[in-house]
């Protein structure tokens, strides 16, 4: 582990100081993680409210690791549309604080949104203790858009931003939030590099930034409202509702710069490398 750790950092090295890279799975080596400061497992549960039967390990009939089919090496396939609950702890594996925190997530994805993805919305991935609108960090595909949209969501406290509870459809104050892309690369066939900045959460001015292939698609209104976790609870949700390939996913202590982020997604070989 300490070997591991080591060499994946020492690859980082040329866009992220190593203390910054705390959680990187390559899903070369089965489903844990490479490199955690929390828990490296996996874990399947029958859904995130009923994770009292939650498993280490993928317990998915849908889900698998696919052979040399990902941008490095092996990747996760999402063969059908996943609604089971498949995530790492949070805790430790972001650098969630009280207050005010900071971070980069990084990932790769393999689809096209609009013959691959079922009916419904769908996010390839969520960070949160709860739910998608109160403390959370996400990407989703649109459900009704032709073709889809990818969108970055983020939000603090839900009582804090949105008191009544409107539902999302129907709140200005949620659609305002999100930066939308309507014109996006994935495609069959290739691979597509996620990456989400964002700094000063819980803080009064929190911002994150959506990068797709290394270029800024567009940076969120500030989140003034706070940022608040049960932190045995918190997740790092994957495939909610996905079906494709996921890989390469990395959690770094602090917000990459857009230089980095562009390196990150021309480097030529994973981060376990």
């Not at 859904?47 to 009292?52: D, H, T």
């Not at 960070?127 to 983020?154: C, E, M």
């Not at 706070?226 to 390469?248: H, M, N, Q, S």
Request: net charge positive.
């Amino acid at each position: 582990m300490k070997l591991t750790l080591f060499l994946a950092m020492a690859c980082c090295a040329a866009f992220a100081q190593k203390k910054d890279l705390l959680f990187h799975a390559s899903f070369n080596h089965g489903v844990d993680a490479d490199v955690a400061r929390g828990d490296k497992r996996l874990y399947t549960a029958t859904a995130y409210n009923k994770r009292e039967d939650a498993k280490p390990g993928l317990h998915h009939p849908d889900i698998e690791i696919a052979k040399g089919a990902g941008k490095f090496g092996d990747a996760l396939r999402f063969k059908k549309k996943n609604n089971k609950a498949v995530y790492f702890p949070a805790d430790g594996n972001v650098n969630f604080q009280d207050g005010n925190w900071s971070g980069t997530i990084s990932f790769w994805l393999s689809l096209d949104p609009e013959t691959d993805l079922e009916p419904g919305f769908c996010d390839p991935i969520q960070v949160t203790d709860d739910a998608y609108n109160d403390s959370a960090i996400w990407v989703d595909f649109t459900k009704d858009d032709k073709p889809r949209h990818f969108r970055l969501g983020v939000f603090g406290d839900l009582k804090k931003w949105n008191p009544d509870n409107t539902p999302s459809d129907k709140s200005p104050k949620f659609n305002n939030r999100l930066v939308v892309v309507k014109k996006t690369p994935f495609a069959k066939g290739q691979w597509t590099h996620v990456a989400i900045a964002h700094q000063g959460l819980g803080g009064g001015k929190g911002t994150a930034t959506l990068y797709l292939n290394g270029q800024a698609q567009g940076t969120s209104e500030t989140i003034a409202e706070g940022f608040t976790w049960d932190r045995t609870k918190a997740a790092i949700r994957l495939g909610v509702a996905y079906v494709g390939l996921f890989d390469e996913l990395s959690v770094f202590g602090r917000p990459l710069s857009a230089a980095e982020i562009k390196k990150l997604h021309e480097s030529k070989k994973g981060l376990s490398k």
